[in-house]
């Protein structure tokens, strides 16, 4: 575990430290980085009293990677979101709905693993139900945040928001997240149940 923990932090910082290095706007950086930032001082507070299963680690990891390259380049000049613009002839960079879909796929097993330590749920289908609500409840509140940016800075919020003129990109930012949150439940729960099993933080029958 203290392997796996310290390839976790070693590749979190090493991606933190390129992706402030020059980035586009070092404000749309701050605004990207700052939630990464924050969750992994969340997970190293509770490393000990509350350590999570490989597979919840591993894909918090991603989603900050996610933020990361989104705040260095800001999410509409992404170079990957550019070339797959350029070669399916789309309108836009859509590197944003990476961000969104992964916005409700990954905070789904992080809320499936503390729930079901928690033993908040007696169903599994209610369980299953608080969960999508809960992660398009937070895909709802970000596009608030992102709004309230919009307010207070006027235009400097463009990069931020990442809409490129997009008319339904609040509304499609929050089906992603609903879409990524459904089918984190249904891909990865058996993979999950199993983790918890193997790390003892659950019973074998569930």
Known sequence: MQTKRAIWIAIFV???AWSGVGPMDYLTWAMEVVPAVVGAAVLWTTRN???????TYILILIH???LM??????YAEVPLGNWVRDLFD?????????GHFAQGFIPAIVAREVLIRLS???SKRWRD????????AISAFYELIEWWVAALSGEGA???LGTQGYAWDTQSDMALALLGAILALLMLGRLHDRQLQAAGFVDSDG
């Not at 789309?90 to 990476?98: F, I, L």
């Not at 139900?129 to 398009?136: G, H, K, M």
């Open 120 to 122: 908040v749920f007696n």
């Open 158 to 160: 463009d990069a931020f």
């Open 49 to 55: 009293s509350f350590p999570l299963t490989s597979l």
């Open 14 to 16: 090493i991606v933190l």
């Open 69 to 74: 390259i989104g705040g260095h380049y800001t």
């Open 90 to 98: 789309h309108s836009r960079n859509n590197y944003d709905k990476v």
């Open 129 to 136: 139900f608080f969960i999508v609500c809960l992660c398009l």
């Open 64 to 66: 900050c990677i996610i």
